[in-house]
């Protein structure tokens, strides 16, 4: 965290009304910082360093607006914040971490959440994909 390495990190599990479940990890950072970790309802864990990210942050604001992750070159994951998610206590301190509730789905999965947690953040002042550093701000 402080040597503002880190862009998008997140844990997340959902359990769909099917029974399925996604439970895993997401970390993207610069250089060679990033891993995913994932697992279903068989118990299948698949890993990976070879994951991309970017994030896209509200206007003025700590927090994501979308996030979105890819593996392995192919399999695209997308963050799909609550609207009472936002953690601001977090941001008061230093160093600010937005940390945010949301979700977590495959780009496409069309299989309906029952429910979830999605704890985790981007930093807007690291960047907003791996080795595209970013820059702070002063919140209005």
């Not at 844990?11 to 009304?17: C, D, I, P, R």
């Not at 997401?26 to 697992?39: E, K, P, T, W, Y």
């Not at 789905?105 to 550093?133: I, Q, S």
């Amino acid at each position: 965290v402080n040597n503002q390495m880190h862009v998008v990190w997140w844990n997340f599990a959902t359990v769909y009304k099917d029974g399925t479940h996604d439970v895993g990890s997401f970390l993207v950072g610069h250089d060679n910082l990033g891993f995913a970790i994932i697992m279903d309802e068989t118990g299948r864990i698949r890993t990976s360093y070879d994951i991309e990210g970017e994030a896209k942050h509200k206007h003025n604001s700590y927090f994501a607006e979308s996030a979105k992750v890819v593996i392995d070159g192919e399999e695209e994951w997308e963050f799909i914040p609550d609207p009472r998610g936002e953690m601001t206590d977090f941001v008061g301190v230093f160093p600010p971490t937005a940390q945010q509730e949301g979700r977590w789905r495959r780009v496409g999965d069309t299989r309906e959440p029952d429910h979830w947690m999605a704890w985790g953040e981007t930093d807007r002042r690291n960047g907003t994909a791996r080795n595209v550093r970013g820059t702070d701000f002063k919140p209005v």
